[in-house]
């Protein structure tokens, strides 16, 4: 059950104490996308998480997202928000997390994935002995396998809330 705990769990991305996560030697973030940055149903990142990301440099922090999906309209989400986007991603397999560690000229060790689900942003992240940050999904709008896995989801987190 290791693979499958976040070391973190929040109510959104703006929630993350980015002070302590670069306190615990995280330089680089490989973000999901989809219902953790922005509401799945929605095709532009909230302001509040723009300014988020803006922050990010702040922390000495580099970013880039690690996305499942595969339509075209990511890269121009990603080109809005700058930052780079490695789609297509099969999460939680490791080849799109070492593509997005390569585009930072980071390691795993330095490295914390961010997502909404555990079975492929946490689960890919300690594959790969990432930092892990689970957040609650912006939005009930999920893909019907996703929603198969959210019952199981509930199920490993067994009661856990996010802090906000
Ligand atoms: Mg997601």
């Known amino acids: 059950m290791r693979m499958l705990s976040p070391d973190r769990y929040h109510s959104s991305v ?22 953790t940055l922005m509401p799945r149903d929605s095709s532009e990142v ?12 702040d922390h000495g922090m580099s970013a880039c997202l690690v996305s499942n999906n595969w339509h075209a309209h990511v890269t121009s989400v990603a080109e809005s928000i700058g930052l780079p986007i490695v789609a297509k991603a099969l999460k939680p397999f490791p080849s799109a997390f070492r593509k ?34 689970l957040v609650a999904p912006q939005s009930t709008s999920d893909l019907p396998h996703t929603l198969v896995l959210r019952r199981l989801e509930r199920l490993v987190l067994a009661g856990r809330e996010p802090l906000a």
Do not use: C, Y
């Not at 929630?15 to 670069?22: E, N, R, T, V």
């Not at 555990?118 to 930092?131: A, H, K, P, Q, S």
């Open 14 to 35: 703006t929630a993350i104490d980015l002070a302590d996560l670069q306190r615990g030697g995280v330089r680089h973030l490989l973000i999901d996308l989809d219902n």
């Open 46 to 57: 909230p302001p509040d998480v723009r300014v988020w990301i803006d922050r990010l440099s």
């Open 100 to 133: 997005g560690l390569r585009e930072l000229g980071g390691s795993a060790k330095h490295a914390a994935v961010i997502g909404d689900q555990i079975f492929t942003d946490v689960l890919g992240g300690n594959l790969l002995g990432m930092t892990t940050v």
